[in-house]
């Protein structure tokens, strides 16, 4: 994490835990978040992404830990931290059978927003999500796109300084995604601070700052760029070759090679010493009879610094386990 | 705290007046299920049909068979000399009692002796049996009454005058025994029960499977707002569906309604406080609609079983007696039947009252402790 930033931390938990039952959903995890930054949580389903959202907005009750969000405790003050903050849940939401303007009308209501405030802040809805020539629709018949809209205006009605997304863009097309990510751009833009969680890569690249989670923990955390450089000590190979798939067989087998990941219409290669790696593959390739066209090393993307910790925390975990038989 | 309140309570209005489905349950289904059950739930027994075996076929059988057949109570289904025909009517139901005259009653009768005569009556239902057995003995009776007054007046050839008691029955609140005015009115309360506790536990079940109330429960609203905000539409529904029922009840069965409308919707104010409860309560403890509705009639039946609803609860064994008074119906029914049929005012009633109130109350209470904000 760099320490250059003094900006407030305005979201920061130690050791948060939640179990269910025996299964540790959440295995403490401990981070924090800065005033104004997009802070994205990347993991698989079932990694305990929206867990950890939910004790942070005092929708759970965490099992072990402590944390605050905007200054309050999120065991005891849940009460005060609702008053400031938004959540989006990934599952859409309102309410299907009232039209869009009854929904923001319902919330306005919820929040108790002023008077003098509920107008203008039905007009920054409806303009933000581009529904003011839908502001009689049923919400049930509107695009999913639309939908996600309409559900980030209801969720920051209130202006809160802090926002929870949990897996805002799921199930949206790319173009409405895109649209929703200029939105929070702006948001953040005005010192609004967001907490996202996604397992998309290329969203995950859109963050400020990004955890990455995996079976309840945090295995690694920085920017983007940091945890491209920073978090991979092993070298990306890139490279093209015919046969793709019987190639890969051959470079497994080969001791310069740590693994080997189908990626687009070619490989790559992850390998602790590159200089020698390289002409291994090439030595292997052409005595297998693969023709290579390309083999270059390249800035590792952030789906290879996924795959990498994840492995490495999975052969840790198994080589724990196989010990403590 | 109000405009919270008011919130949610137009919310739910609009939710529940758009689902066309809700719509059939909130109009529909009171006034619909009032006529079936009107018509349909009466323990009133007349016209029981009745197979006629008469192998003596004379004139002292004849008017015999004449006090059934001409009294409200029994109609004749068939006259036939075969027994095995007349048991088949039996087996297949369409004959709900035999009459069988054997062939010698009325030279016997001349004789002095006892004749028996046979009525095989079908016992699979132990009420109407019985019902028929009491009937029949009545119309026997008057029959040798009579029989024994003639005899006696053809052998000593004046007419003779016995004195006698003469019984005279008078049915208060109910002249006629309708059955139907005593059940009509529990239908009202019992009808009141089911919607109200289906909206309830349905509106806020159907929240959690939408995933709408996780959305509510990250905003700062009390509970009790919640809990007000959704309770309310339907307690205006209930007492909705009151005046409703209670207008079929009159203006269609012609139910006599001798006291206050005013004390009446005051007991389904506190009648509501408890099904508004028990409601809330299911929807904390279920998590589809399914559970939710599964849960309530688990509830709903035995609460209508043990409420005096159809079956006396001084007939119930001590333990079942016990039980029912947990059971709101139960006060509802005494109070309703009590408004409709005997013109009852507070001064008897007020204990059906107060244990509504504390048993209101307490449910409301304990199903707001049990509502949380946290999944």
Not at chain 1, 101 to 128: C, H, Q
Not at chain 2, 19 to 27: E, G, K, S, Y
Not at chain 2, 109 to 122: A, F, I, K
Not at chain 2, 150 to 167: I, K, N
Request: proline share 4%; net charge neutral.
């Amino acid at each position: 994490m760099p320490a250059a930033s003094t900006a407030e931390i305005v979201v920061e938990v130690q050791n948060l835990e939640k179990h269910f039952g025996a299964f540790k959903a959440v295995a403490g995890v401990s981070f924090a978040v800065r005033r104004g930054e997009i802070f994205g949580f990347l993991g698989p389903n079932g990694a305990g992404k929206s867990t950890t959202i939910r004790m942070l907005c005092g929708l759970l009750a965490p099992t072990a830990g402590s944390g605050r969000v905007a200054g309050f405790d999120i065991v005891r003050e849940t009460e005060q931290i609702k008053t400031r903050i938004g959540y989006m849940s990934q599952k859409f939401s309102l309410y299907d059978e009232l039209t869009v303007e009854e929904n923001i009308d319902f919330y306005s209501g919820i929040y108790r927003l002023p008077r003098e405030k509920k107008a203008a802040r039905k007009d920054w809805v409806l303009t933000m999500a581009g529904l003011q020539a839908h502001r009689r629709t049923r919400t049930s018949t509107l695009s999913g796109g639309w939908k996600q809209r309409l559900a980030l205006g209801c969720a920051v009605l209130h202006e809160p300084p802090i926002l929870f997304l949990d897996e805002p863009t799921s199930g949206v097309d790319p173009i409405s995604r895109r649209q929703f990510w200029d939105l929070i751009y702006t948001l953040s833009g005005q010192g609004v601070t967001v907490f996202v969680t996604t397992h998309y890569m290329e969203e995950s690249e859109y963050c400020d700052r990004l955890g990455i989670v995996y079976r309840g923990e945090l295995i690694a955390s920085g920017t983007p760029r940091a945890l491209k450089t920073e978090h991979m000590a092993e070298a990306v190979l890139e490279l093209d070759c015919a046969q793709p798939n019987e190639a890969m067989a051959v470079l497994e087998r080969l001791p310069e090679v740590k693994e080997v990941a189908v990626f687009g219409k070619g490989l790559h290669v992850v390998a602790a010493d590159p200089a020698a790696a390289e002409p291994a593959i090439r030595a292997a390739l052409a005595a297998g009879g693969f023709r290579l066209d390309r083999l270059e090393r390249i800035v590792p993307t952030l789906e290879d610094v996924f795959v990498s910790l994840i492995e490495a925390r999975d052969r840790t975990a198994g080589a724990q386990q196989e010990f403590s038989r | 705290m109000w405009e919270r309140i008011l919130t949610i309570l137009r919310k739910e209005f609009r939710s529940v007046l758009r689902d066309p489905r809700m719509r059939l349950v909130i109009l529909g289904l009171p006034v619909i299920q009032t006529l079936i059950f009107g018509y349909a739930v009466t323990l009133d027994v007349r016209h029981v049909r009745l197979a006629v075996v008469d192998h003596d076929g004379t004139p002292a059988s004849r008017a015999l068979v004449a006090r059934f057949t001409g009294s409200a109570y029994f109609d004749a289904l068939t006259h036939t000399q075969d027994d095995d025909a007349a048991r088949r009517l039996v087996d297949s139901a369409d004959a709900s009692a035999i009459l069988q005259i054997n062939a010698g009653y009325e030279q016997n009768l001349r004789g002095g002796r006892t004749v028996p005569v046979q009525l095989l009556v079908d016992g699979a239902d132990s009420n109407t049996a019985r019902f028929v057995v009491n009937y029949a003995a009545q119309i026997t009776a008057a029959a040798n009454t009579e029989f024994v007054l003639e005899q006696v007046q053809r052998r000593t050839g004046r007419s003779v005058t016995t004195g006698r008691a003469d019984l005279q029955p008078r049915a208060w609140f109910n002249a006629d025994l309708e059955s139907r005015n005593f059940y009509v009115p529990g239908i009202i309360a019992m009808l009141i029960m089911l919607v109200s506790l289906m909206l309830t536990s349905m509106a806020i079940v159907r929240e959690k499977e939408a995933g709408t109330i996780e959305q509510i429960m990250v905003t700062p609203i009390r509970p009790v707002e919640f809990i007000l905000g959704k309770c309310a539409p339907f307690a205006v529904i209930g007492f909705v569906n009151t005046a409703m029922v209670s207008a079929v009840a009159l203006l269609w069965f012609h139910i006599p309604f001798r006291g206050s409308f005013a004390l009446l919707l005051g007991g389904v104010a506190l009648f509501l406080l408890s099904t508004l409860g028990i409601g809330l309560f299911i929807s904390t403890v279920s998590r589809t609609q399914q559970q939710a509705m599964m849960t309530t009639f688990f509830f709903f039946f035995p609460a209508m079983l043990f409420s005096g609803f159809i079956f006396p609860i001084a007939n119930m064994p001590v333990g079942f007696q016990w039980l029912s008074l947990v059971d709101p119906l139960r006060y509802m029914l005494v109070i309703i039947r009590g408004v409709f049929l005997k013109g009852v005012g507070f001064d008897v009633l007020w204990t059906q009252f107060a244990a509504l109130l504390a048993l209101g109350l307490g449910v409301m209470g304990f199903a707001v402790t049990r509502f949380h904000k946290t999944l």
